[in-house]
Nanobody, 125 residues
């Protein structure tokens, strides 16, 4: 069992930055791949970024490349998402997730075992 809790969301103007955090806990802390997903109103949940167990490899959806950075600090039991050059279309609830089975994170929602409650990110025009 992995428990996740996101924080750091808020309201920013277009072009601004936010840093999201996801605290994780459980007996398997640091042994699983993790990812960030987001869901805008009326839209399906979509993959944002993923990271391997040790943080050695990262993966991004095309729309986020060059703007978002995912990293983790297993000693602090925390996953991060640094978001720069934010756009109004980035407005969504952002979720962190853990995959305790696969070495490399995927973009498939059903591959993930545990989810946080989400944190709202709103980007104004």
């Amino acid at each position: 069992q992995v428990q996740l809790a996101e924080s750091g969301g808020g309201l920013v103007q277009a072009g601004g930055s936010l840093r999201l955090s996801c605290a994780f806990s459980g007996r398997t802390v640091g042994t699983f791949s993790m990812g960030w997903f987001r869901q805008a109103p009326g839209k399906e949940r979509e993959f944002v970024a993923g990271i391997t167990r040790s943080g050695g490899s990262t993966y991004y959806a095309d729309a986020m490349k060059g703007r978002f950075t995912i990293n983790r600090d297993n000693a602090k039991n925390t996953l991060y998402l640094q978001m720069n050059s934010l756009k109004p279309e980035d407005t969504a609830v952002y979720y962190c997730a853990a995959d305790i089975v696969r070495w490399r994170p995927t973009a498939v929602i059903t591959d993930y075992d545990s989810w946080g409650q989400g944190t709202q990110v709103t980007v104004s025009s």
